[in-house]
C-alpha cells in the first residue's frame, strides 16, 4: 500500500533546533503550524496565553524551518 504524501513536508531540526524547543516548552512558549487551509500554514505563537500569528503564510518544509527560526529567537 503507498504511503500518505506528507503535507508538510519533512524537516529533521539540528541538535540545538531540538535544544532551543525543549527549552521553549519548558518556559512556557508555544510555537505551532496553523492551516491556512489552502496548502500553507502561519505560525502561531503563545506566551503568556496570547497568541500572536505570523503576517506571512509558509508553504510546505519552509514552514518547519521558519518555526524552528523562531523557536531559536526565544531561546536566544
Known amino acids: 500500500m503507498p504511503r500518505k504524501k506528507d503535507v508538510m513536508g519533512i524537516y529533521l531540526p539540528t541538535?540545538?533546533?531540538?535544544?532551543?524547543?525543549?527549552?521553549?516548552?519548558?518556559?512556557?512558549?508555544?510555537?505551532?503550524p496553523f492551516a491556512t487551509g489552502e496548502g500553507t500554514w502561519y505560525i502561531d505563537i503563545k506566551l503568556n496565553n496570547n497568541i500572536h500569528r505570523s503576517p506571512e503564510a509558509y508553504s510546505p518544509t519552509t514552514i518547519w524551518i521558519k518555526m524552528y527560526e523562531y523557536y531559536k529567537y526565544y531561546y536566544n
Open 15 to 32: 541538535c540545538k533546533e531540538k535544544k532551543a524547543y525543549h527549552w521553549c516548552i519548558n518556559n512556557g512558549i508555544f510555537i505551532s
